[in-house]
DNA sequence: CGGTCAATTGACCACAGTCAAGCTTGGTGG
DNA sequence: CCACCAAGCTTGACTGTGGTCAATTGACCG
């Protein structure tokens, strides 16, 4: 299943088709293909797409587009948000590789928020027309769609109540414990990686002022629980910002 | 598909099946058997467990209950909620008939959430595995399910936008525009209706105290935009409660 | 009736926002 | 190599929105 193909390029972001398949993707244990034997994810494989390039800053759907395809994320970041009719945005999530793009679009055949790389990424493109049929043929495919489905749920509900419930100190530490979780997953370090994305980015995310998180960022670096250079950020005290998460710390 | 049996009983909550259909149900063209002919209809009716009444006050399922059925609300009102660590309760949503419960639950085989019913409600319970099953036969009724679940996250989506995003005025006006459209969308009257919900309900999914919700409703029934009378509300400037809630509102 | 619970209102306060100045960092060009 | 600039980040001083605490009123019910 390897396709060869020229490039094409669209308005800001360059399309590629590469040489790949799910079975050679490090991220088919987390993604789509998951729980899939070889022979099921042969056929998923050949109804994707392609697998397209996305520049940092450029934009893979915006809201209104017509809804056509999910997209896998096979390397690189990405952020979502939403605009408000004031024209503000509020960054409803960011996502990393073996991820799904799009979710939200199946319920009005239009995307409802808008997706654009926060560093040099690749997507794999999912007609979904094309899925849903795959999916009532393979029953491990529904299963496990249908948990991504659901634990996009979930992680919203998570955000809810950290915007609803939390001090900007706790939103801020539980979001430095989800990344570093979702790095340890993925085979990366959870104590030390890269903010993908800018104060500013952050702040918009978690309901606060750029300001607050640099601040923050300072107070957690003063109390030895952060080591911070610029974007790199390593957490020195895991156990401690779990507990600020959760809201137990004794100690001020 | 008339079923009769003997009434049971478990705890916190009353159960009886009741004689109903999809085909009879007011909610069917809301609900998950929307846009099925006579026949798939028909099917579907059957995979449905019983139909079960929850007293107000009474659960439906709980954070960590093992995963079994989805919900689907015939008649009254639900919250869900979640818990963090703290034992702080988060409300994540206020749910009326034709809406669907226990969609987070997928993901990892156990709810991720509470639901409580508001008032005496009743619910048809739909065992997830026997769906699924029919989902892979009914292209119409798998398109359906997936728009409902799509529809769950724009929705989370909305209310992410909300706590993040939004002023508590603007907030409050969202609430009451939102309620308002849901009971168009139900063939009631979108400007006078019961609030199901405490004050306190309100504040916790809005991310405000009960004082602010307080506040809010006297600030708007001197401004004359509502008349509230306990629970009893109306909105008496819809277009001023949209120019609010869209943050575009001119006078003070 | 009094008792209970929910809602309202007022006084005060604190957390995070706003505004503003200054500091890094990185890129460009002389 | 350094000057220059812009963007992003940090820090401080001040402010305002909404939270906290407390007292009062109102609704409902045995």
Redesign the interface.
């Known amino acids: 299943m390897i396709k060869e193909l020229p490039s094409l390029v669209i308005p800001g972001a360059t399309i590629e088709i590469l040489k790949a398949s799910c079975a050679s993707c490090s991220m088919h244990q987390l993604c789509l293909p998951m729980g899939l034997d070889n022979n099921d994810m042969e056929r998923l494989d050949q109804i994707i797409g392609r697998r397209r390039k996305v520049a940092r800053g450029a934009t893979l759907f915006r809201i209104g587009d017509a809804f056509q395809n999910l997209y896998a994320i096979r390397l690189g970041h990405f952020k979502t948000y ?1 605009v ?3 024209g ?1 945005e ?1 960054i ?1 999530g960011f996502q990393m590789a073996g991820e799904l793009l799009g ?6 055949d239009q995307h ?2 808008t997706a654009v790389a926060l560093e040099d990424s690749e997507v794999c493109e999912i007609p979904f027309a094309t899925l ?1 049929q795959l ?3 393979m ?1 491990t495919l ?2 496990h769609f ?9 992680r ?6 950290l ?4 001090q900007a100190t706790q939103r801020f530490a539980a979001f430095l414990i989800n990344l570093s979780s979702r790095y340890e997953a993925r085979g990366y370090s959870p104590n030390t990686f890269q903010l993908r994305m800018s104060r500013e980015e952050i702040g ?4 606060l002022t750029i300001e607050s998180i640099s601040r923050l960022l300072s107070k957690f670096k003063k109390e030895g629980l952060v080591r911070v250079s610029n974007r790199e950020i390593e957490l020195l005290d895991t156990r401690m910002l779990k507990a600020i998460t ?3 710390e004794t100690c001020g």
């Open positions: 939403q408000n009719r004031e503000a509020q409803t979710m939200d679009a199946i319920s009005a409802h928020c849903q999916l009532a043929e029953p529904l299963r249908h948990r991504m489905m659901s634990q996009e749920i979930t919203e509900q998570s955000v809810m109540l915007l609803g419930n939390m918009n995310y978690l309901g959760a809201g137990t």
